[in-house]
């Protein structure tokens, strides 16, 4: 079981003039899954904010994954990326190579994502769209790899051991 933690971005979410939808249906989605959502909040689209809750939940190491929803467009208030680019220490894009991958099978929008991931400490942090729809699939496509990403990130002895699960399997 995984710790988590799920930062909506959204002036209107913030403000209480929209309810948060993407965030809640993460949490859902990653309760279903067997996993524990520690922290979660709802911040307006401002670089600052967002750096100061990604910087706390990541030093805190109370998260072994931060996912954020909502900011990743190009609106030009759409922060979200640059954000996490200025707290992360390492950048992890084949998470988001694999994220847009699979979802331009289901809609080219996907193309226009800015979604960014890496790692700060300890902690995964990966950015997904605000929709709903679009968060809990990206969810879906990461989630068969994060046991083994934070196996590697807290130095498990038997991390090696996740290679093992994806070894006969076919690749396409």
Known sequence: MLHFGVLTISDRASA???PDLSGPAIVQSLSES????????????NVRM???ILIEWCDSH??????TTGGTGFSPRD????????????????????????????????MLSRAVAGIRGNTLVINFPGSP???????????????????????????????DAFKNKPRH
């Open 62 to 67: 109370d998260c072994d994954v931060i996912l």
């Open 34 to 45: 067997g996993h524990k959502v520690l922290k979660t909040a709802i911040v307006p689209d």
């Open 16 to 18: 209480g003039t929209r």
């Open 133 to 163: 729809k679009a968060a809990v699939e990206n969810l879906q496509i990461v989630l068969p790899v994060l046991d083994h990403a934070v196996a590697l990130l807290k130095e498990k002895p038997d991390s090696e051991s996740g290679h």
């Open 50 to 52: 967002i750096q100061e």
């Open 79 to 110: 922060v979200t990326p640059e954000a996490t680019l200025g707290i992360i220490e390492r950048s992890t894009p084949g998470i988001v190579e694999a994220i847009r991958t699979e979802s331009l099978k289901l809609t080219p929008h996907a």
